[in-house]
């Protein structure tokens, strides 16, 4: 059974850095794109970042670009979003996302998804 789990939520104040997890288990992951995205109260999923099969290739939605980054780590199935500079408008639900295909994905046509992870930002 494939499974997405995230992990490395929480409650920081402005300014600071978390990292998440998210840990893929139930088959081998290293030719797989994933992708991040967050959902706010009251508001539309939306991307944050994405990164393909060997970690060459990474986008970022405009608002995160040049605070988060993407990585992965194939021997672990695991893939890591490094947030800094943390803003009140950060405050969200992260989701992981894995797709069957090599190739960066902005849009949310995966086929895995975790169940996410709180993060929340205090002013």
């Known amino acids: 059974q494939v499974q997405l789990v995230e992990s490395g939520g929480g409650l920081v104040q402005a300014g600071g850095s978390l990292r998440l997890s998210c840990a893929a288990s139930?088959?081998?992951?290293?030719?797989?794109?994933f992708g991040w995205f967050r959902q706010a109260p009251g508001k539309e999923r939306e991307f944050v970042a994405t990164?393909?099969?060997?970690?060459?290739?990474?986008s970022y939605a405009d608002s995160v670009k040049g605070r988060f980054t993407i990585s992965r780590d194939n021997d672990k199935n695991t893939v890591y979003l490094q947030m800094k500079s943390l803003k009140p408008e950060d405050t969200a639900v992260y989701y992981c996302?894995?797709?069957?295909?090599?190739?960066?994905?902005?849009?949310?046509?995966?086929?895995?998804w975790g169940q996410g992870t709180q993060v929340t930002v205090s002013s």
């Open positions: 139930g088959r081998t992951f290293s030719t797989s794109a």
């Open positions: 990164i393909n099969w060997s970690g060459g290739t990474r």
């Open positions: 996302a894995a797709r069957d295909n090599r190739r960066i994905l902005t849009g949310n046509d995966y086929e895995y």
